[in-house]
């Protein structure tokens, strides 16, 4: 006995829908490859921003562990001053330096996890092909010419500080010139981290999909 009709419009059945499917990811995978960064996240742009991310994870993790040697000097502190009555003369200067140290070098981990401020009530409302165009601008014309300016003037301060054998005012008087390394070295990693965010931006900007 014959079924009832198929209604007018009715979704396809499997077979159809699977082929349909399949016909438009290929569609998909043709449009995708044909742009500068291969297809499917296996272009070789793509691995340079995963190698880049994966270096950006690593260098934020083993920075991190700085929070111990402040924490720890903190405590010897209080109970060197509160307890004992004998101030420690060198825990002012290795506080700035570990917080600095931690804060500089962890600014690429923080770029990488798309942690800084920024302003995207407008930006969030946009298609992704914007968003990478927007993102992309302002890394080209805004974010390179501002980190090499930084490297620029933190080699300047690093180089006049081991020169002059700059030295801390306070009295345990140590050699600044290893923290002043901090500036260039945090603008480095920043350069590096933002390289990727760049082919992450051109990614979004011609094929309409974040990577």
């Known amino acids: 006995m014959a079924g009832p009709p198929e209604r007018s419009g009715a979704r396809p059945g499997g077979g159809q829908l ?43 993790w083993v920075v991190s ?3 111990v040697p402040l924490i720890a000097i903190m405590v010897i502190e209080v109970i ?17 330096m570990l917080t600095g140290t931690l804060f500089m070098l962890g600014a ?6 798309d942690g800084h401020i920024r302003t995207d009530f407008l930006y969030k409302s946009f298609p992704v092909r914007w968003q990478g165009l ?15 300016i ?25 050699p600044l010139y290893p923290y002043r390394a901090v500036i260039p070295l945090a603008g480095l990693f920043l350069l ?11 990614h979004a900007l011609f094929t309409g999909r974040w990577p």
Do not use: C
């Open 108 to 113: 690429a981990y923080t770029l990488r996890r």
């Open 18 to 60: 699977s082929r349909q499917l399949g016909e438009s990811r290929t569609m998909n995978d043709h449009a995708t490859a044909s742009t500068p960064l291969g297809r499917r996240g296996g272009g070789p742009l793509l691995a340079i921003i995963r190698r880049i991310d994966r270096f950006a994870e690593i260098s934020g």
């Open 150 to 174: 930084f490297m620029w003037f933190g080699w300047e301060t690093f180089f006049d500080a081991l020169r002059m054998g700059e030295r801390s005012i306070s009295p345990w008087n140590p």
């Open 192 to 202: 590096i981290q933002g390289v990727s965010e760049v082919l992450k931006s051109l």
């Open 80 to 96: 060197s001053r509160y307890a004992l009555r004998f101030p420690t003369p060198w825990t002012y200067d290795l506080t700035y």
């Open 134 to 148: 927007i993102d992309s601008i302002a890394y080209l014309f805004f974010f390179f010419p501002g980190i090499g």
């Open 65 to 67: 562990w700085l929070v």
